[in-house]
C-alpha cells in the first residue's frame, strides 16, 4: 500500500513526525508532502495568485508553500507519475477537528482533496483543551483505529475524521463511531489592536466555543474520554429541500 501524509501544521510539526512513525508500521512505502509553514484554519483553499514551490527534505519527504490543498493536489501532479497513492492520512494535528470546526481545518480539507482525486482518505486529530497529555493518546491508538480502514471499502467523496480525546493513554475508553455535532455560537473572539504605523489590525482569537454534547455526536466522544471516527461527505447538498426548492420556482 502506497500512503502519503500531509498535515495543516507544516513539514516540522512533531504530529506529523509521529504520523510517519506509526504509517512506518502500516507500509514501507510511504510519503510525505506538507505545507512549508503552518496552515492552520487555511479551509480547502488553493493558491491561485501567486507561485508555489515545492522542496525535498529527504528521500519521499516533500514542502510545498502554500495550503494543505496545494500540498496534495502538487504532490499528486508531480511526485507521482507511476502510480498514486492508495491512502492519504492528515495530520496529526495539534488541536481537535470536532463539530462545525471541520468547515475550517486545513487537516480536513487535506483529506478531502485526497477523497475527491479517488484517494480513501482519513484525519487524524489530537484534542489537546486540556493540556498535558500532548500527543499521548494518539500516540498508542492512532494504528489501532487506521488498520481496519486499510481494507474497509469507503463510499466515493467521502474520508473519515478521527479525533483523539486530550487524555492519557491508559485513560481511553475506546473507539466510538459518531456523528458530526455543532457548536453552539459563533467561533472564538475578535482581538482589536493598533500596529506601531498607527494602523487597526483585527485578530481572531480561537477562545473554547460553548457546545451542546448532543447524544451520539464527536463531541460528545470526545468529551467522554473516547476517541471519535466519524464518516464525513462531501457532498454538502440538503437533499431534502431540493423538491421544495423546485415546486417554489415552477409556480
Known sequence: MRILLTNDDGIHAPGLALL????????????????AEEQSGAGHSLTLHMPVRLQQHGERRFAV??????????????????????LIISGINNGENLADDVTYSGTISAAMEGALAGMKAVALSQATRDGGHGFAA??????RVLRPLLDLPLARRTLVNVNFPAVAADTVRGIRVARQGFHDYARGSLVEGTDPRGRPYFWFGLDDVE??????????????GFIAVTPLQLDLTHHASIGQLAESYAA
Open 138 to 143: 494518539a500516540e498508542v491508538w492512532a494504528e
Open 65 to 86: 508553500t502554500g495550503t494543505p490543498t496545494d500540498a496534495v493536489n502538487l504532490a499528486l501532479r508531480k511526485l507521482f507519475t507511476d502510480r498514486r497513492p492508495d
Open 20 to 35: 510517519e512513525r506509526i504509517a512506518a508500521e502500516l507500509s514501507d512505502d510511504v510519503w510525505v508532502c506538507a505545507p
Open 211 to 224: 457546545h451542546t454534547l448532543d447524544h451520539g455526536t464527536d463531541l460528545e466522544a470526545v468529551d467522554d
